[in-house]
């Protein structure tokens, strides 16, 4: 088969919005004054997502065939359209999906009005990559690894660990590759589309 008739691998995707911005400024400086303290307190391991990655998912599509991701821009054109300016207060550290079974640092963000209809829009344009949980507004700021003892600790984020509640201006929607290596995934930016 020739090489331009080859079949076209499917890619892998999701719709998202890259933290800028001062928020960014505020994950960086806490990441880094604020790491080894949360190491040292647990049992666990934590892998911390590079600040390249940070990012709020609005909708995660999977693998999806290569000739369809003109359809899903062609989407999202219209989604983005009349959108008014998106503004997410992100409030606290919190480890999900609870403290008992931590798979992930996140950094939570309330949930409004504007926000929740914008990720309703996309769904429902969408549709057949809808997901059965709900959108929930945040950054993962780290995955953990199971302890090296075998340990199962109830996790709390503690006082010390505080980061100050940051409003963070959502200036975009991208369409993103998401390629899993080795080393951890890496996201390619396909398209994105300015929000106001």
Known sequence: MPEDTQPQKPVRLFIGSPLEGPAFDTLSAYCTAKRHLIEGQSNLRFSWVPPENWHMTWLFLGSVPAKQVSEIELALDEVTTGNRRLMLQLEKLAFWPNQR????????????????????????TLPQYREDKPFFPHITVAR???????GKPYLKVPP??????????????NLYKSTLTPQGAVYQSLKAWPLP
């Open 101 to 124: 079974k931590a798979r992930l640092l996140v950094w939570e963000g309330a949930l409004h009005m504007h926000l929740e209809r914008l990720a309703s829009r996309i769904v429902r």
């Open 144 to 150: 953990l690894k199971p302890p090296n003892n075998g």
């Open 160 to 173: 010390e660990w505080l980061i100050l509640p940051e409003t963070w201006h959502i200036q975009s929607l």
